[in-house]
């Protein structure tokens, strides 16, 4: 079993930066692709980003390649995500995710955090 807690949410303005935190327990992540995804009001969850266990390998949802970094230091067992610019349409629930291999697929995510909450003013 693995336990993910998220942090670093929270009320920022358009524009304005924030880095989530995914801190697990339980297990090392060294051994799980790890995801962050989000889920607005009446919206489908959707993947932001996800990273291999190598930490090489990554990949970002379309509406936010070039403004969000996904990175992992597995001797922490963290992962993080870097949000610059933020838009109003960021605001959603954050959580981070683990999977045994690497993909993009929600249902492939066996472990889950309860999520954070980022809310973006314009």
């Known amino acids: 079993q693995v336990q993910l807690v998220e942090s670093g949410g929270g009320l920022v303005q358009a524009g304005d930066s924030l880095r989530l935190s995914c801190v697990a327990s339980?297990?090392?992540?060294?051994?799980?692709?790890m995801g962050w995804f989000r889920q607005a009001p009446g919206k489908e969850r959707e993947l932001v980003s996800a990273?291999?266990?190598?930490?090489?390998?990554?990949l970002y949802g379309d509406s936010v390649r070039g403004r969000f970094t996904i990175s992992r230091d597995n001797a922490r067992n963290t992962v993080y995500l870097q949000m610059n610019n933020l838009r109003p349409e960021d605001a959603a629930v954050y959580y981070c995710?683990?999977?045994?291999?690497?993909?993009?697929?929600?249902?492939?995510?066996?472990?889950w955090g309860q999520g954070t909450q980022v809310t973006v003013s314009s």
């Open positions: 995710a683990a999977s045994g291999f690497f993909t993009s697929r929600l249902g492939n995510y066996a472990y």
């Open positions: 339980g297990r090392t992540i060294s051994g799980y692709t």
């Open positions: 990273i291999a266990q190598s930490g090489v390998t990554t």
